[in-house]
């Protein structure tokens, strides 16, 4: 198993590297960068001797924009005056020391801005993650016990109508019903507390949050229901169906005990090893729709933020944190699969 780990992390190094070289090679082949827009700004403005907040650097300009030399001055200042392979190398080299450069319209660091949309998308992402686990597994079993029947017919109905609707679409719908829109006001708007959090005694500052949270969370967790209530279903039913089970049956083993101490143990395996990707993965949960919807300024914003304004340190600081816990996440639900079943073996002639 340790070679095996110390491969996978060896292999992580060319597939995040691969990774950040295709963002990077796309990202110069994309017209209005920092650059262009911060000329544009300074051109519609029309005021002689803006300064620029990234350095601070007076850059006098008339009616007609930009001379030539201020350009060449901002270019500088953003790095674009190094070619792309210079820049690329450069850019690694901080990567590597998880240095991660610093915003071209927030002027702080991209570290720092990421730690500070994280709470919001924890918010989303572990709750999603807690209470898609806590249904779909208990439902899935349910299912797979009484497949077949009024009830599996219609729960699979209901799980799938909620996986076909949008959660933008549900969460403007929990809006109109419950936020004050056409019936009733019972949850706020915006936000994942109110103003007077702070003032609020520790009890109150709970409820408020629950109270913020409601929304989201239904509009996020209802499409995730139907994948891993019919993957625990089907996973239930494959192990049901077994010799092992009928064996077991014949010995004249109560139900209950077949269920709960033969069949729920191996019906586990597939699902468990996928619990550390999506526990690193709530971490970083991040919905532009549901965030814009209920005004949570959280990664998904930022996200799309970045890529619009071509703030390109965001881009590749988030992309590399992302696909870096991705890669983590994915080896350790391979190695999950050698904790929870002894069988599996990913040494050479192992497999």
């Known amino acids: 198993m340790w070679r095996y780990t110390v491969k996978r992390l060896l292999l992580m190094i060319p597939t995040l590297v691969g990774i950040l070289a295709i963002t990077f090679a796309i990202i110069q082949f994309v017209p209005g960068g920092p650059v262009e827009q911060i000329v544009q700004q300074l051109t519609k403005s029309g005021v002689s001797g803006e300064t620029t907040a990234a ?39 901080r990567f590597a020391r998880f240095d991660l450069g610093e915003s071209f319209f927030h002027h702080q660091s991209v570290g720092q801005l990421i730690l500070s949309k994280l709470p919001v998308s924890m918010s989303i992402g572990l709750w999603t993650f807690f209470i898609t686990y806590l249904v779909c597994i208990p439902l899935g079993i349910a299912k797979a016990v009484r497949d077949g029947s009024v009830f599996d017919i219609v729960s699979s109905t209901l799980v799938l109508v909620g996986y076909a609707i949008p959660g933008f679409v549900l969460g403007v719908a929990l809006l109109v019903l419950f936020g004050g829109g056409s019936f009733f006001e019972l949850f706020p708007l915006r936000g994942l507390t109110s103003d007077n959090w702070a003032t609020l005694p520790w009890w109150h500052k709970v409820t408020d949050y629950l109270w913020h949270i409601t929304l989201p969370i239904i509009a996020s967790v209802v499409g995730n229901l139907a994948v891993m209530t019919l993957l625990t279903k089907n996973v239930f039913l494959e192990e049901i169906r077994r010799q092992y089970v009928y064996t077991a049956r014949a010995k004249g083993l109560a139900e209950r005990t077949i269920l709960y101490k033969h069949v729920f143990r191996n019906a586990l395996i597939p699902l468990v090893t996928g619990f550390p990707a999506a526990f690193i993965g709530a971490f970083f949960t991040g919905s532009l729709l549901i965030e814009t919807l209920f005004s949570l300024d959280g990664l998904g914003l930022l996200s799309y933020e970045s890529v619009i304004r071509r703030d390109y340190p965001v881009v590749m600081g988030s992309l590399y944190v992302f696909t870096l816990m991705g890669l983590v996440a994915k080896l350790l ?17 192992g497999q």
Do not use: N
Not at 63 to 80: D, H, K, N, S, V
Not at 336 to 344: E, G, H, K
């Open 55 to 93: 350095a601070g650097t007076q850059l006098v300009k008339g009616a007609t924009g930009l001379a030539p030399e201020e350009i060449a001055q901002l270019r500088t200042l953003y790095g674009f005056d190094k070619p792309p392979l210079t820049r690329f190398v450069e850019m690694m080299g």
């Open 333 to 349: 639900s391979d190695l999950s699969y050698l904790l929870i079943d002894p069988r599996v073996s990913y040494e050479e002639g």
